[in-house]
């Protein structure tokens, strides 16, 4: 992954494995109350009780921490994910949408990180965005005979109005919410309105 700073090395023991988790929780905490400005390498080092040089150890700088904490983020999302089932595709959205809004309300650092947080746009994956990403498990889920661009655009609507809902209440506005699953279903279907026209 070109330009994006990588862990030095993976933790192979279980005490340096607990170590990085308590330095990868020290960071979000710092991002929730301080933001990215107020998250440096002293900080996180401090927070978690380790000495700077343990830190250097696994990451070589804190965009690397930052990268760290929104793949694990990520990865405990993907779990909530696996639980979504719905009838109708349309009740698989307004699921993933639930589920989105309920993991950054609780998720330590999430919020910072999704919307203007210190990650790059490649972080999931080198070859593609994080929306790509996410519009990829999406495509999973819903089981609809679109172009992944076509959901890939879903996700970016999706993503824009949720990071109003989130700018307007740390918990996510209700009504923005609502309209984010709106946005969401409206433009595929009309989508898939256009190409069973077309059939």
């Known amino acids: 992954m070109a330009g994006v700073p990588m862990p030095r090395r993976a933790p192979v023991q279980h005490r340096s494995a607990v170590r990085v988790e308590r330095m990868l929780d020290a960071a979000a905490e710092l991002l929730d109350e ?16 380790v000495s700077v040089g343990s830190l250097y150890q696994f990451f070589p700088d804190k965009n690397a921490v930052s990268e760290a904490l929104a793949r694990r983020s990520f990865e405990r999302f993907s779990k909530h994910l696996r639980s979504v089932e719905g009838d ?28 203007g947080g210190p990650i790059g746009q ?10 790509a990403v996410v519009a990829k498990g999406l495509a999973e889920l819903v089981d609809l005979d679109l172009p992944l661009d076509v959901l890939r655009l879903a996700v970016e609507i999706g993503d824009a109005v949720l990071t109003l809902a989130f700018r307007r209440s740390k918990d996510g506005d209700p009504a923005l919410v609502a309209e984010a699953k709106t946005a969401v279903k409206a433009y595929l279907a009309a989508h898939l309105h256009t190409r069973h026209r077309r059939a």
């Open 88 to 115: 109708t595709w349309e009740e698989v959205v307004d699921q993933v949408i639930d589920t989105y809004v309920s993991f950054s309300r609780t998720e330590p650092g999430f919020l910072v990180l999704s919307f």
């Open 34 to 49: 301080l933001g990215p400005d107020g998250l440096s390498t002293s900080a996180i080092a401090a927070r978690a009780h």
């Open 122 to 131: 490649h972080m999931l994956d080198p070859q593609d965005d994080n929306n």
